[in-house]
């Protein structure tokens, strides 16, 4: 069962424009979520997190935001740059599997010049 | 230092073979993990060690055998694997008390 869901294989986007990558949930008990940058046969790299207790994290060119209520958050990119092309995963913490890391299926993003 | 690092990068072996993957961190990190990935799909946990002990294993078939000598060190002994097993094999660490896990590059493994 896919506790950390991202029902958009792919987006491409324009370069300086805006990219937003979006992930839901269902299992309420996850607190923490994490956003990881993935290059084909490289292992993931983090990229940013957030916590429960806020809705909103920014760090430079990327922003996430955080709906508790709704079981949402997403992974804004301003502005778009070629070297973002990747695939985007989100993932959440499980305290069940001692804190392994539950993935979403991940989103292939394409920034074109 | 803030590197996982694995080894070898690429492995080839056939059905008989015995072989193992390699990972280590200096981070002082007592929890690491194994996981699995397929193309197009995201990585699949295997198992977990916290504190060098095997903690969880997630149905692992028994040709995959991991072990932790220290506290440092994580081994993924393969024997007997199917062409089905041919994956990109990533190990991971995680502070006490952080949630953020730090991954190694990967060892893509072909089972021919």
């Known amino acids: 069962d896919q506790q950390v869901k991202q029902n958009s294989p792919s987006l491409s986007v324009q370069e300086g424009r805006i990219s937003i990558l979006n992930c839901d949930y269902t299992?309420?008990?996850?607190?923490?979520f994490l956003w990881y940058k993935k290059y084909p046969a490289e292992g993931p790299t983090f990229l940013i997190s957030?916590?429960?207790?806020?809705d909103k994290n920014e760090d430079g060119r990327f922003t996430v935001f955080l709906n508790k209520s709704a079981k949402h958050l997403s992974l804004h990119i301003v502005p778009s740059q070629p070297g973002d092309s990747a695939v985007y995963f989100c993932?959440?913490?499980?305290?069940?599997?001692?804190?392994?890391?539950?993935f979403g299926k991940g989103t292939s993003l394409l920034v074109t010049p | 230092d803030t590197e996982v690092t694995q080894t070898p990068k690429h492995l080839v072996m056939g059905m008989t073979n015995k072989k193992s993957l390699k990972c280590e961190q200096h981070?002082?990190?007592?929890?690491m993990y194994w996981y699995k990935q397929k193309a197009k799909k995201p990585p699949e946990l295997m198992f977990v060690?916290?504190?060098?002990?095997?903690?969880i294993n997630e149905s692992v078939p028994s040709r995959f055998s991991p072990e932790c000598p220290n506290s440092s060190l994580l081994n993924l002994h393969l024997h007997a694997l199917q062409p089905e097993d041919s994956a990109l094999y990533l190990c991971?660490?995680?502070?006490?008390?952080?949630?953020?896990?730090?991954f190694g590059s990967g060892t893509q493994l072909s089972v021919l």
């Open positions: 991971a660490s995680r502070d006490r008390g952080g949630e953020k896990l730090f």
């Open positions: 299992n309420s008990m996850f607190d923490y």
């Open positions: 957030i916590s429960s207790i806020k």
């Open positions: 993932a959440a913490p499980n305290g069940d599997s001692g804190y392994a890391l539950n």
């Open positions: 981070m002082g990190h007592r929890a």
């Open positions: 060690y916290s504190y060098e002990k095997l903690s």
